[in-house]
């Protein structure tokens, strides 16, 4: 039994049959394992290389990447082209209203002019990801992550997605442009995030990645630039 489950060596000599060995492991480390077995609680705080539970080895890593080698911009609806009509409708100071992600998606679809059909499920990258939106006069795709009335403002990493990584999915998508759109307050914690991955994509992939959020004010401003696309 021991030697089945790797407990001792097993082997077998000629002329004396089977013998059996202490692995050196488990004979110096007779007494903790014995402790560890007998307290579900150490073990449960015991860190081990599947569970690094332990304070000393809960630490971050920062990693510097070279200005040289990163090249993003964060942008606002103001800075886009496909928008541009957002320009003459100023800042409103209107009540954040709850909104249905389906239906804003659907006219935001008709303001870039993408008629293609985005079906949500659970692993999808992006929510509506388009090759029409334009900016700097030119067509460069996009992708976006919407947040709709089911969630509360304000909208922070760990709402994003069940598992909180709807963020880093969102940015493994093939686009230039990367947005976040919520009816309500968004806080910084997600611009900082997509931050990140921007420039981690910039590095990677050596091009230059395009990243902004769209919160409650700019989605009244597009819907009021654009009041035929949302019916």
Known sequence: MLANNDIVRKYRIKGKGLVYEKYPFYYQHKDEILRLALNKKALQGYSTSYNP??????????????????????LTVDDIDSFAKVRKVNQQADKNTPLDEKWFKEGLKRVIGEEGAFQDWGGEKSDLFSTRLRLDGKRVSVAIGFK?????????????????????????????????????????????QMQ??????????????????????????????YQKCFP
């Open 53 to 74: 539970s332990h304070p000393a080895h809960n630490f971050s890593v920062k990693v510097a990447l070279p200005k040289s080698m990163v090249d993003v911009k964060q």
């Open 148 to 192: 709709g009335k089911g969630t509360r403002e304000p909208l922070v990493p760990k709402k994003m997605g069940k598992r909180g990584d709807q963020i880093q999915r969102l940015m493994g998508s093939e686009a230039d442009v990367f947005l976040v759109q919520f009816w309500g307050q968004i806080d910084e914690s997600i611009i900082e």
């Open 196 to 225: 990140i991955f921007a420039r981690v994509k910039s590095w990677a992939e050596g091009r230059k990645i395009y990243y902004g959020v769209i919160d409650g004010q700019d989605t009244r401003r597009i819907m009021t630039a």
